[in-house]
Nanobody
Framework: QVQLVDSGGGLVQAGGSLRLSCAAS????????MGWFRQAPGKEREFVAA????????YYADSVKGRDTISRDNAKNTVYLQMNSLKPEDTARYYC????????????????WGQGTQVTVYP
């Protein structure tokens, strides 16, 4: 059974940092591209970042480019999202996802999803 467990969210003041983690089990982690998405109340789920199977290629939404860094450790079956210079508009529930194939910004392409971790940024 495939399981993605998101963690690392929390309450942080604007300008602060958080590091999200997503631990995968039940799949061959290195065979999957990984992505992070977020969803704020009343809004659609939106792409944040994605990383290729090897970790050599990354993609970012314009809204987080230069502030967030996605990385992965295939030996630990874990993908990370380092978020810096957080803004109140970053407040959302963050989800990791696994995609059998190349990394994509399209949520429907992802096969497996974590349960999400809440990030709240206050002014």
């Amino acid at each position: 059974q495939v399981q993605l467990v998101d963690s690392g969210g929390g309450l942080v003041q604007a300008g602060g940092s958080l590091r999200l983690s997503c631990a995968a089990s039940g799949l061959t982690f290195g065979d999957y591209a990984m992505g992070w998405f977020r969803q704020a109340p009343g809004k659609e789920r939106e792409f944040v970042a994605a990383i290729s199977r090897s970790g050599n290629t990354t993609y970012y939404a314009d809204s987080v480019k230069g502030r967030d860094t996605i990385s992965r450790d295939n030996a630990k079956n874990t993908v990370y999202l380092q978020m810096n210079s957080l803004k109140p508009e970053d407040t959302a529930r963050y989800y990791c996802a696994a995609d059998w194939g190349i990394p994509t910004m399209t949520a429907s392409r992802y096969h497996y999803w974590g349960q999400g971790t809440q990030v709240t940024v206050y002014p």
